[in-house]
Nanobody
């Protein structure tokens, strides 16, 4: 299972961006999809996660400003991160992460990371 993130870019402080993460491959089910970010010189941190039943969790630093959703449409699983009221300190590389069960004949569990997408917020 591969994850592909998109939607990063440059935005002014106070602006909004929407990141999207598509999961490709044979997927039986997804348990959770999450977004992490890593700023220069800092460790990667979990900022938002969403389980298959819709339960969400957010880091305090983004709570009230970011919203994560996951959806399944025509066998395509997607995790979106709507980011609003962006601040310069939100500047980072954003990564999506997913856990679940593969489809086909294996039904093996998977844990996959997408390549990062850069978000830069100017002051």
């Amino acid at each position: 299972v591969q994850l592909q993130a998109s939607g990063g870019g440059l935005v002014q402080a106070g602006g909004s961006l929407r990141l999207s993460c598509a999961a490709f491959g044979s997927i039986f089910s997804i348990n959770v999809m999450s977004w992490y970010r890593q700023a220069p010189g800092k460790e990667r941190e979990l900022i938002a996660s969403c389980t298959s039943d819709g339960s969400t969790n957010y880091a305090d630093s983004v709570k009230g400003r970011f919203t994560i959703t996951i959806s399944r449409n025509n066998a395509k699983n997607t995790a979106a991160l709507q980011m609003s009221s962006l601040k310069p300190e939100d500047t980072a590389v954003y990564y999506c992460y997913g856990e679940g069960v593969q489809g086909g004949t294996s039904y093996a569990s998977f844990r996959s990371w997408g390549l990062g997408t850069q978000v830069t917020v100017s002051s």
